[in-house]
């Protein structure tokens, strides 16, 4: 590391712009909550126009992380092409050249693709993975940044681009409670960290199956959940909640 030097003419101009609102899209509760919260709002400025799918990482390294990015892009494109979203697909190599932890650094890696693309967005949604009450700006080198982008967005908003912390208000459930009323989620949604296809079984599967449960949205999900298994074993899933 070394310290940057510029030397240039300062231009104050703003950057000419498409005033676009954009958001990510994974198929996981987090995105869909923008987007049933944004993709219809009344405020044209406001309404989401494309959905960016960025490889920062998120899938792992190697051939079977190359494998999952293709089929969970093939998912993405049918629900784009379905719902008449613009689909803008980023498969950046900085996951490989900078070698450092996804977890640890997704807010910063995945705001460069923004900053890319910041004469085509004016708005953009990062879903938050974490509440506002998880928020902390201690230790910051060893948390999730999700704890602090609520602060982080704030500071790397500009008079041309402004990021917004999307979702930081509400826990899980009840953003699963707003998904299931989103009916372009139905035969999409897709919270797996195992496959591409829901296993079911990996923690993530089971959480919001038994969310889907709660709230009385499991049959919305039969395409894309195997809900006869889940009723017919619901013990084993009350079992891992309790743990
Ligand atoms: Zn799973």
Redesign the pocket.
């Known amino acids: 590391m070394h310290k940057i030097t510029l030397e240039a003419e300062i231009d104050s101009q703003r950057l000419p712009c498409a005033n676009k609102v954009g958001t990510g899209i994974s198929c996981g509760i987090d995105s869909f909550h923008a987007l049933a919260l944004h993709a219809d709002i009344k405020m044209n400025r406001h309404r989401i126009t494309h959905l960016l799918f960025n490889n920062t990482g998120s899938h792992g390294e190697g051939a079977a992380a190359e494998k999952l990015y293709n089929e969970r892009r093939n998912r993405i494109e049918s629900f784009c092409t379905q719902n008449g979203f613009n689909l803008i697909e980023l498969n950046l190599n900085i996951k490989s050249t900078f070698k450092q932890n996804h977890l640890l650094s997704h807010t910063y890696t995945s705001m460069f693709s923004v900053f890319c693309l910041q004469k085509l967005f004016s708005i953009y949604y990062y879903a938050s993975g974490h509440t506002i009450n998880d928020f902390t700006i201690k230790d910051t080198d060893i948390i999730d940044p999700a704890n602090y982008d609520f602060f982080l967005l704030q500071s790397f908003s500009t008079e041309n681009l402004k990021l917004y912390s999307e979702g930081a208000c509400l826990t899980r459930l009840e953003k699963t409670k707003e998904v299931a009323k989103y009916k372009p989620s139905y035969n999409f949604l897709n919270?797996?960290?195992?496959?591409s296809e829901?296993?079911?079984?990996?923690?993530?599967?089971?959480r919001t199956l038994l969310a889907l449960d709660a709230i009385g949205g499991l049959d919305y999900y039969s395409s894309v959940f195997d809900i006869d298994y889940y009723k017919n074993n619901k013990i084993e899933y009350l079992i891992f909640l309790e743990a």
Request: aromatic share 0%; net charge positive.
């Open positions: 919270v797996c960290v195992r496959t829901n296993c079911g079984k990996c923690e993530k599967c089971r």
